[in-house]
């Protein structure tokens, strides 16, 4: 540990990376005895050594981009309201623009007029997409259903096959 002098008789103590083990054997001791010990929580901590606390949220949003950047991909991060363009919106689903402006015009997705261009919110792309993801588990879930009951889960693969 190093101390420092803060001045009027106050001291600062810094603790050296080789004794941190040994610190967080200390709390875990003082904690197993019934001594309060305030729980670590997350944080971003600068070069200066000034601590943000972070909510939860935050620190799962941030551990989720970290994820992704350290296999390669690419991490956009933007706010809900954010509006964009309908070549943007259709990048963003995965789909030509054309599709995505029949889409639009179909009302499957809301947009808005900005002089004789299409907007569209971000919140509303996502919302599409949730939607579609429910659609398309509630099929799967009916052709299971549709299987199960035609007794197609019945037959054994290793058997041969059947002749009319």
């Not at 007029?113 to 659609?135: E, I, N, P, S, T």
Request: aromatic share 4%; hydrophobic share 45%; charged share 25%.
């Amino acid at each position: 540990m190093v101390s420092q002098s803060a001045g009027a008789g106050a001291s600062t103590y810094l603790a050296e990376s080789s004794d941190l083990a040994e610190i967080v054997d200390l709390v875990a001791a003082l904690g197993a005895r019934g001594v309060a010990v305030p729980s670590a929580s997350p944080a971003l901590v600068d070069a200066d050594g000034r601590r943000v606390e972070l909510p939860r949220p935050v620190f799962e949003a941030l551990r989720q981009v970290v994820t992704a950047m350290a296999t390669g991909q690419g991490v956009t991060i933007a706010p809900h309201n954010a509006m964009l363009t309908t070549q943007e919106a259709a990048d963003f689903l995965g789909i030509s623009r054309p599709t995505l402006v029949r889409l639009l015009v179909d009302g499957a997705i809301p947009y808005e007029m900005r002089g004789r261009h299409r907007r569209v919110m971000l919140a509303h792309l996502l919302d599409y997409l949730d939607h579609a993801r429910a659609a398309r588990r509630l099929v799967l879930e009916e052709m299971v259903r549709e299987g199960e009951d035609a007794g197609l889960y019945d037959l054994d693969p290793t058997a041969p096959p059947r002749t009319a």
